[in-house]
């Protein structure tokens, strides 16, 4: 039998992070066109976060940023999704020209212990691989997944929301559950929506929570971690070994929603008996925020680059009551390998490891000449057929002109970006009540997008579907693609004589252009309505 002493200490103890193992080497270097490179030193498996140790390099002509609309992240094939937590003071981890910064990156949430693997993407859906004029470079790596610090259970939410049980104690009239949630999303989440917070018996027998006191809802803000010891009232005396603990059962959360705000899971794990805990009891602590140095010259080879030393993130300390604290103490990152060639060397697009077979070396070290760099620009509000000269005092770039459109002549919207001409067609008049089919009203939209086509002389048209977050992804999917063909199969019979080569690709929800719930989780029709396009590249 274990005393209320003992239990107590079970809260305790999960409320401490684990001590965080030493890092893992990872060595990686991938490279971009447009002069930017990521250095990947190691990876740290921490109890409400992973940090990895790297440098970020900028060789080009202008300032770029790795983590545009919140896109650098890190997966595990297994919904579970860490976002970084950036720094206050640079969220979009801008680096400027001919710089380079080290970087303590924390990705927020324990490591799934079921994960083998982890994708580190950066600005994915928001930049290009390919572009050597881009300032949201794309980068990809595989990463090992380590050891996740241990835990009776664990679920990660594709919100960024991940749940880990750390013990489970049962007397005759309660049951408490020692827990730790990271939330690594933008919105505040609840854990317990409605009173929906349960835990199921083998017997059949369901629970309800005894909620605390200073929070009914098990509301977690961004960026923090909540530990809990959380008291279920018992309906039955009988002998139990196992339970399921369920979130915001019953309630419109779901188990797969990367926008949820109420999310769902379900975690099973063993019965210790013993003495519960009197009454639930919570404590929240913010999550530590990645570090990038300040930027220092980038010089060309062959000149020495003294080695960066970061105050790397430590692991959080919690404290009990309304005050919370971090811990960090100053590490060392890996040393600066030797300096990249100069912005005017070759670049390589690759991602270099050094596990790849010989082949798969001899490739990634392919040269690429690089390109003459013209001046980066944002979407541009002024009409498309305005020289860049104009905006930027810059040299106009030699892309063919396109005649300007006002938004509300045809219901379109046409921008320049650094990227080239993109068309935007809101979906809802393009097909009317029609899933899938052109509607009426959408024609006016397709002639003036045909008559740009032809304009611009494009070789290559892109046609991209996209959907708002409701419904089943796999159903999303499957509309996005039809939308794109029917948009296609309309341009190439009406975009004249020799018709450019139209690539038709579906990308469900997954690329949101605004919120399809607003920040108390109702909905957003506004939102959901903008996420609803068809996007049109125009390539030269």
């Not at 990645?290 to 000149?303: F, Q």
């Amino acid at each position: 039998m274990l005393c209320r002493a003992t239990a107590a200490a079970l809260f305790i103890a999960a409320a401490a992070p684990g001590a965080a193992d030493a890092a893992l080497s990872i060595e990686r270097r991938i490279e971009h066109p447009n002069g930017a490179a990521l250095l990947l030193h190691s990876i740290d498996f921490r109890d409400d976060s992973i940090v990895i140790a790297a440098e970020i390099l900028n060789s080009g002509d202008h300032e770029v940023r790795l983590n545009r609309a919140r896109t650098l992240l890190l997966d595990d094939g297994l919904h579970g999704v860490y976002p970084v937590n950036p720094p206050a003071d640079n969220p979009e981890l801008r680096v400027p020209a001919h710089a380079r910064v080290s970087a303590s990156l924390v990705f927020v949430g324990p490591l799934n212990p079921a994960a083998h693997r982890l994708d580190l993407t950066s600005n994915q859906s928001v930049g290009t691989e390919d572009n050597p004029f881009e300032d949201a470079p794309v980068f990809r790596a595989v990463l090992p997944s380590g050891a996740a610090p241990g835990s009776l259970a664990q679920a990660n939410h594709p919100d960024g929301v991940a749940l880990r049980i750390r013990g489970v104690t049962a007397s005759s009239g309660s049951i408490a559950i020692a827990l730790v949630a990271t939330n690594g999303s933008d919105r505040e989440v609840r854990l317990d929506q409605d009173d929906s917070c349960i835990v199921a018996e083998e017997g059949g027998a369901t629970d309800p929570l005894d909620p605390p006191a200073a929070d009914r809802v098990l509301a977690i803000p961004p960026g923090m971690r909540l530990e809990a010891e959380l008291v279920f009232s018992r309906r039955t005396t009988a002998e139990v070994a196992r339970i399921v603990l369920r979130t915001n059962d019953g309630t419109g959360g779901t188990v797969d929603n990367p926008y949820d705000t109420t999310p769902v899971f379900r975690l099973s794990a063993p019965v210790q008996r013993g003495i519960a805990a009197a009454s639930s009891r919570i404590a929240l602590v913010p999550i530590a925020r990645s570090r990038l140095s300040g930027p220092t010259p980038l010089l060309p080879a062959g000149v020495a680059v003294a080695s960066t030393t970061m105050p790397a993130t430590a692991p959080n300390t919690a404290v009990r009551g309304t005050g919370g604290a971090n811990a960090a103490g100053p590490i060392a990152t890996a040393p600066s390998p030797a300096a990249p060639p100069a912005a005017a060397a070759p670049h390589r697009v690759a991602e270099t490891d050094p596990a790849a077979g010989s082949a798969a070396g001899s490739a990634a070290k392919t040269d690429v000449p690089a390109p003459i760099r013209q001046p980066l620009g944002l979407a541009s509000a002024m009409p498309v057929g305005t020289p860049p000269a104009a905006a930027t005092g810059a040299a106009a770039p030699t892309r063919p002109a396109v005649l300007a459109v006002p938004p509300s002549q045809a219901g379109l919207r046409v921008e320049s970006t650094d990227r080239g001409t993109r068309i935007v067609l809101p979906a809802d008049p393009l097909f009317g009540s029609a899933p899938d089919t052109i509607a009426g009203g959408g024609d006016a939209m397709l002639a003036e997008a045909a008559r740009l086509i032809a304009a611009n002389h494009a070789r290559e048209v892109v046609i991209a579907g996209h959907t708002d977050g409701v419904g089943r992804d796999d159903d999303n999917q499957a509309l996005s693609e039809r939308r794109a063909r029917a948009v296609a199969a309309w341009l190439r019979a009406h975009v004249g004589r020799d018709p450019p080569r139209f690539v038709e690709q579906g990308y469900g929800r997954t690329r949101p252009v605004a919120p399809n719930h607003n920040p108390d989780g109702s909905d957003n029709p506004q939102g959901r309505a903008e996420n609803r396009r068809i996007e049109i590249y125009l390539r030269g």
